[in-house]
């Protein structure tokens, strides 16, 4: 039986075209890098010329917010007051309280799915948080607003308690339960990678299913599932139409959730709407708070990233 000898070097692709796609995807690896860039230059830009016009002592130290300036010169009014304290005191307390709902439903459900439910309830469960995490957060803002507020202001009455008609437990309750589908994915999939044969070990020693999630997978997973929550955290901070719909706009410095609060990202919200100069310290202060959120949530996802990583390393 005759072969007929293959040529492939007619076949073969040109080397300038391999040069070629390995640039194009280098330039769309570069994209996200060059963006991230871009905003952080202009933040630290725009936030330089906000500190010309108020002290940086006043604005990290500062406990009162109330930066309404003046629209023209010579108008009455024109100094306000740029402490951030109270934002953040706001944004650390919903977020907090988000975080007491969202960690304990969002880890509960992750066990559940990993080590008890079969596959026909895991089949229904996971494309419902699925649908949970897809749900505008405008849509989220309106439940807060519409029905959790007026209930627990309700139901606070009941008990002789002064609750404002905005609070920040009705923002961070409903806050919780939009994060409690990242809490779950994230913590499902550091169960999952815990090892098999840790499992099958404990249950060969006797231990009860029970038992064995609670010492041996728990533990095991408790670096990713740190790692998810510190996520979920950042997600939290950074939350805006919930807490702008739910909380108020008061900056308050204080510990009460009944209270009406406000947030760093509320406020530039607020502060970017209406007629102002660019160039004034009430515009200018967006970029401040900006910049601050953006060091605060990328700490926290660096180290998060760092846990993960850690994780990662000893059980993949």
Known sequence: MAYETLNLTK??????L???????????????????????LSLIFETLQFFKKIPLTDFLFGLDWSPQTAIREGQIGAKGSFGVIPLINGTLLVSAIAMLVAAPLGLASAIYLSEYAGKGARGWIKPALEVLAGIPTVVYGFFAALTVAPFIRMTG??????????????AGIVMGIMIVPLVSSLSDDAINAVPQTLRDAS???GA???????????????????GALLLATSRAIGETMI??????MAAKLTLNPLDAVTTITVQIVTLLTGDQAFDSAKTL??????????????????VALKIVKKYREHYD
């Open 11 to 16: 076949t073969a692709r040109p080397k300038w």
């Open 18 to 40: 391999d040069r070629v796609v390995v640039a194009l995807l280098a330039a769309a690896a570069s994209v996200a890098i060059l963006v991230t860039l871009g905003i952080v």
């Open 157 to 170: 009455g009941q008990f002789g308690l002064e609750i404002a008609s905005e609070s920040a437990l009705a």
């Open 203 to 205: 249950l060969g020693l």
């Open 208 to 226: 009860t299913r029970s038992e064995t999630t609670r010492r041996i997978v728990l533990p095991a997973a408790l670096p990713g599932i740190s």
């Open 243 to 248: 807490v702008l719909m739910a909380a108020g």
């Open 285 to 302: 202060s967006t970029f401040a708070l900006g910049l601050l959120l953006f060091i605060l949530t990328l700490c926290l996802n660096v």
